[in-house]
């Protein structure tokens, strides 16, 4: 029988969404203390309520709660992966070489970086007069909507890349499971009352 010609990208995406898995938690973890008001002595905005150039750096939105209930959240399912996933069968051949041997504080830096790694974002939206949630107008709204979309991937791979150098072919596959996966999971925690717009 004649191999299948998508069978090397089909693994190439797999194990892209494997090593992405982690930022799922943290959305979750996120947009449950979001509804619940858990963690809310840490929802206070990063900049502190500081502007510059008459407009907020970040917004109310950019709290300190956000990367640390990612990074409970990216921990918890990277332990889940390291500990249970990874020596299912069919899943055992996702995992890449030396993941199972990273500690569990690894899976935290991965989700808090992915978080901050949003604020550039933030700080141009903001100095651009774009309220938190609110998408521009006219040229820049494609460019805004990816970037909204990506933005966390940066983060993630820079502290990934620490211990696993991602192969361009894995970066590519993120950036489209990440824009075809990231409006759809906004959304439904929008519907779930876990965040407050639907972008």
Same mark, same amino acid.
């Given at each position: 029988? *004649?191999?299948?010609?998508?069978?090397?990208?089909?693994?190439?995406?797999?194990?892209?969404?494997?090593?992405?898995?982690?930022?799922?938690?943290?959305?979750?973890?996120?947009?449950?203390?979001?509804?619940?008001?858990?963690?809310?002595?840490?929802?206070?905005?990063?900049?502190?309520?500081?502007?510059?150039?008459?407009?907020?750096?970040?917004?109310?939105?950019?709290?300190?709660?956000?990367?640390?209930?990612?990074?409970?959240?990216?921990?918890?399912?990277?332990?889940?992966?390291?500990?249970?996933?990874?020596?299912?069968?069919?899943?055992?051949?996702?995992?890449?070489?030396?993941?199972?041997?990273?500690?569990?504080?690894?899976?935290?830096?991965?989700?808090?970086?992915?978080?901050?790694?949003?604020?550039?974002?933030?700080?141009?939206?903001?100095?651009?007069?774009?309220? *938190?949630?609110?998408?521009?107008?006219?040229?820049?709204?494609?460019?805004?909507?990816?970037?909204?979309?990506?933005?966390?991937?940066?983060?993630?791979?820079?502290?990934?890349?620490?211990?696993?150098?991602?192969?361009?072919?894995?970066?590519?596959?993120?950036?489209?499971?990440?824009?075809?996966?990231? *409006?759809?999971?906004?959304?439904?925690?929008?519907?779930?009352?876990?965040? *407050?717009?639907?972008?």
């Amino acid at each position: 029988m *004649p191999e299948n010609p998508l069978a090397p990208l089909a693994d190439i995406v797999l194990e892209t969404i494997w090593l992405l898995l982690p930022l799922l938690g943290g959305a979750l973890v996120h947009g449950l203390c979001m509804k619940y008001g858990w963690l809310g002595f840490l929802a206070r905005p990063i900049d502190g309520g500081r502007t510059f150039r008459g407009r907020p750096i970040f917004g109310h939105s950019k709290t300190w709660r956000g990367p640390v209930a990612v990074a409970i959240g990216a921990s918890a399912v990277f332990e889940l992966q390291r500990r249970v996933l990874a020596d299912l069968e069919g899943l055992s051949g996702l995992a890449p070489a030396g993941f199972a041997s990273l500690p569990l504080w690894f899976g935290a830096a991965l989700g808090a970086a992915a978080e901050l790694s949003e604020l550039p974002n933030s700080f141009v939206k903001r100095q651009l007069g774009i309220a *938190p949630g609110a998408t521009a107008k006219g040229p820049l709204s494609l460019l805004f909507y990816l970037w909204d979309q990506l933005d966390l991937l940066l983060g993630y791979w820079l502290v990934l890349a620490a211990a696993i150098p991602p192969t361009p072919a894995h970066v590519a596959a993120s950036l489209v499971v990440v824009a075809a996966i990231h *409006p759809l999971s906004t959304l439904t925690g929008y519907l779930l009352g876990m965040r *407050p717009t639907a972008r």
